[in-house]
């Protein structure tokens, strides 16, 4: 071999050499891109988390409210039909002779007091 082959042969190598260190430094910048997206993805995706466990939050106290008022509702259906029971058995739910019983007639005060409940 004489001494121009291996100089050739030297110079591909280093020409080589130098397109594999171009490459490595084009991969070593994609990387820092990659780096830097996935850290910018993971803060928005932290965020976005806390968002949903607040907006969770929230849907699960109004579902709270709502099942209250819905008790409530029911509470106050229920205690209408307590009255309106009692008077059919033949006491006062009035005010005015509440519990006492009645003479099997119809009391004005009671009445009036059971459409008001209705409406």
């Known amino acids: 071999m004489n001494t121009k082959e291996v100089f050739e042969q030297v110079s591909d190598m280093e020409e080589q050499i130098g397109q594999l260190y171009q490459q490595l430094g084009d991969l070593k910048i994609h990387l820092s891109e990659l780096l830097e997206e996935n850290h910018r993805l993971a803060h928005e995706n932290h965020h976005l988390r806390q968002r949903l466990d607040q907006s969770i939050e929230e849907e699960s106290e109004r579902d709270d409210s709502t099942t209250n008022q819905k008790r409530a ?33 119809d009391c004005l005060f009671c009445l009036s007091f059971l459409n008001k409940t209705k409406e």
């Open 73 to 105: 509702i029911e509470n106050i259906g229920e205690g209408y039909d307590n009255l309106a029971r009692l008077y059919e058995e033949g006491f006062h739910i009035c005010n005015v002779h509440f519990g006492s019983p009645r003479q099997n007639e």
